[in-house]
């Protein structure tokens, strides 16, 4: 059975930086994983953030790009978010996700279909002030 934990989250400043982490339990025995990071707002769409896979792909959303990073770690079963230079339009709630069937080379369009995606985290929030 998998099952997704994250934590990490809390209320930081604008500028700062938080890393985000997903325990992943019962994922990806055979080492082979596809895994992404959503955000949503009370009272909009889940967003994508960030996606990773064991196939080499990795897929960030526009407003995310250059400032979060994302990784795996296999040996440990974590998933992580790095996030600097955070925004006050980046306080969320963070969910991890995990898809047990993915294509190679997936498109962010692709990749952040949370229709993809079998397995979820419960989410923690971020808290970004001006």
């Known amino acids: 059975q998998v099952h997704l934990q994250e934590s990490g989250g809390g209320s930081v400043q604008a500028a700062g930086s938080l890393t985000l982490s997903c325990a992943a339990s019962?994922?990806?025995?055979?080492?082979?994983?596809?895994m992404a990071w959503f955000r949503q707002v009370l009272g909009k769409e889940r967003e994508g953030v960030a996606h990773?896979?064991?196939?080499?792909?990795?897929n960030y959303g526009d407003s995310v790009k250059g400032r979060f990073t994302i990784s795996y770690d296999n040996n440990k079963n974590i998933l992580y978010l790095q996030m600097n230079d955070l925004k006050p339009e980046d306080s969320a709630t963070y969910y991890c996700?995990?898809?047990?069937?993915?294509?190679?080379?997936?498109?962010?369009?692709?990749?952040?279909?949370?229709?993809?995606?079998?397995?979820w985290g419960q989410g923690t929030q971020v808290t970004v002030s001006s």
């Open positions: 019962g994922y990806s025995p055979t080492g082979r994983y596809s």
């Open positions: 996700a995990a898809a047990s069937f993915w294509v190679k080379g997936m498109t962010a369009g692709q990749a952040f279909d949370p229709v993809l995606y079998n397995y």
């Open positions: 990773i896979d064991s196939d080499g792909t990795t």
